[in-house]
């Protein structure tokens, strides 16, 4: 059964380093998404990207974060310059359709800022 | 704005206990509503889905059925087991310019004891 993949499943950095999360969404699925649960909270939507472009995004996703789809299979999210309030487990999802189609979601990349 | 409020944990009971997780949500327009479970060191999960109102979602003894007149969506399984032990979420999706996210509610803990 096709996956959504993420790595790495653990990344630390420094506070201030700029760090890149990269997905591998469902081979024809035609929307992404980015989410992050920091420890112990309620998952928050982040992003949603759509014919190569940010369909919509929430208070979190400022000017440090952007995404990307460099080659037709990756789908990344990259930080600037992290903070440590950035720690948290980040998940990747896709789905075929919007709509009623359920995303598929990764099993998410811990990212520890110190 | 749109949001999901469930009932707090941890819910802990006894195998072959009768489960209930409460959910309930605020949504404009209509929303499609799902249940995702997150396995200890797992991604999300999607559970089941219902996506107009009365339609009940049910997958591995789960059920929730989608009540429009008191905007919920409970979780229900007639005999829990050790192996259902884990977060549950529930979840809201309105359909967007471009694409639908996901609002989450801040999770359920079950554990399931022998």
């Known amino acids: 059964e096709p996956e959504v993949t993420q790595t790495p499943s653990h990344q630390v950095t420094q506070m201030g380093q700029e760090v890149i999360l990269r997905c591998v969404p469902i081979?024809?699925?035609?929307?992404f998404y980015w989410y992050r649960q920091i420890l112990g909270q309620k998952v928050e939507f982040l992003v949603s990207?759509?014919?190569?472009?940010?369909?919509?995004k929430s208070e979190i996703f400022d000017d440090q974060f952007s995404v990307e789809r460099p080659d037709g299979s990756n789908f990344t999210l990259k930080i600037r310059s992290t903070k440590l309030e950035d720690s948290a487990m980040y998940f990747c999802?896709?789905?075929?359709?919007?709509?009623?189609?359920?995303?598929?979601f990764g099993p998410g990349t811990r990212l520890t800022v110190t | 704005g749109d949001s999901v409020t469930q009932m707090e944990g941890p819910v802990t009971l006894s195998e072959e206990a009768f489960l209930t997780i409460n959910c309930t949500y605020t949504?404009?327009?209509?929303?499609?509503l799902f249940w995702y479970v997150q396995y200890p060191g797992e991604g999300l999960q999607l559970l089941l889905k219902?996506?107009?109102?009365?339609d009940k979602g049910s997958n591995k003894g789960f059920e929730a059925t989608y009540r429009k007149e008191t905007t919920s969506f409970h979780l229900e399984k007639g005999s829990v087991q050790v192996s259902d032990s884990a977060v549950y979420f529930c979840?809201?999706?309105?359909?967007?310019?471009?694409?639908?996210?996901?609002?989450f509610g801040t999770g359920t803990q079950l554990k399931v004891e022998l």
């Open positions: 999802a896709s789905s075929p359709r919007q709509g009623t189609y359920e995303q598929y």
């Open positions: 081979s024809n699925h035609l929307y």
């Open positions: 990207f759509y014919n190569n472009e940010i369909s919509e």
């Open positions: 949504a404009t327009g209509y929303p499609s």
């Open positions: 219902a996506t107009k109102a009365d």
């Open positions: 979840a809201l999706s309105t359909v967007t310019g471009g694409g639908n996210k996901l609002t």
